[in-house]
């Protein structure tokens, strides 16, 4: 797989796949520019080849397709440079605008899904749309699990490269993945089991302890019947958990209430006392206490997914002492990745303790299964 510096980009137009999908107010104003700031290298050092930067990238908030726009104003914020922003990705006008460009100077293209062709990898759009540049580079790994037009498509028609980004994302889950210093502890957490069973079992064969979070926690012992009367999706894949693993650790205890949290309901108590009527919004205090102390011994620390309902302040507390556990061992190699991860370790004002931060979601999850992602093996 070829990088940046396999390329001589000086008066080339360069196609930068970035993953500026952001979250958004409902006036607009970027929440968290987490992702854009992530693909700054990337863009810094074309730049500074004397590359003509076209920015291509998607934007979704709440399942609705939105403009990239403000975007635009965030780069030029971040870069202290004009970033002039096109109300289309394909058109004589685009055409007409990249064609005037200079070395140095920067387009965003406006949102990709705004044309169907690019959710449903249609080549005719793929070929359009790589016309307007002379190289592809993919900067965005956290859409790499996907078969759209601008992660596979387009790389077919162009000479390509994996951005700093991309290349640093797959250098460290590989090295974790592969060869991490030991004790290796992985932390396990979120809502839906069927989007991390894949992901659990692989990291069991390679971790020396998995932590797993108060939902998922809870649907694996209701699919292995140590928790009766509970409703989750059927997970065949469960079965090849083995709870006699002494490598997993599931919560003891939790944070309890009613499943509509519409009563002013809320209890503490051990995992087996759970009735028909509640759920659990966090782990409690013991779990808390033998996570912390499994950390505190670790030297590679994985992390994917809150251990409850953090973004309430009564469930808040779980997720809250496992970042700052992992926080405060100094002696390991620490990353995290996925949205909700992301967002607790900035509320509690924690990123800086942190070695690297994914910016993948479901790519992570997908990347730590061993499955391909056809972003990458579209650029080997």
Known sequence: MKTLRDFNFEGKKVLVRCDFNVPLSQEGEILDDFRIKSSLPTIEYLIKSGAKLILISHLEVKEKLVSLKPIASKLEELLNKKVKFLSDCLGKNVKKEIEK??????????????????????????KE?????????????SCSHRNHASIVGIPKYLPKAAGILLEKEIKILS???????????????????????KTILNILERADHLLIGSKIGEAILAQKMILLEREFPEEKLIEKIDLTNQKIHLPLDGEIALKNLEE??????GIGTLRKEEE????????????????????????????????DKRFENGTKKICQAIASNYSAFKVAGGGETIS???????????????????AM??????????????LK
């Open 280 to 311: 659990i919004f966090d782990i409690g205090p013991e779990t808390i206490k033998i996570f912390e102390a499994i950390i505190k011994n670790a030297k590679t620390i994985l992390w994917n997914g809150p251990m409850g309902m953090f973004e």
């Open 101 to 126: 460009m200079e070395p140095g100077e920067i387009v965003l293209l406006e949102n990709l899904r705004f044309h169907r062709g690019e959710k449903e990898n249609d080549a005719k759009f793929a």
């Open 344 to 362: 607790a370790i900035n509320k509690f004002n924690l990123a800086n303790k942190f070695d690297f931060l994914s910016t993948g979601g479901g």
């Open 175 to 197: 090295q974790i993945l592969e060869n991490p210093n030991r004790p290796f502890v992985a932390i396990i957490g979120g809502i839906k089991l069927e989007t991390k069973i």
């Open 365 to 378: 999850l997908e990347f730590l299964a061993g499955e391909k992602l056809p972003g990458i093996e579209v």
């Open 264 to 269: 002013v309901y809320l209890r503490r108590g």
């Open 129 to 141: 749309i790589s016309k307007l540049g002379d190289f592809y580079v993919n900067e965005a790994f």
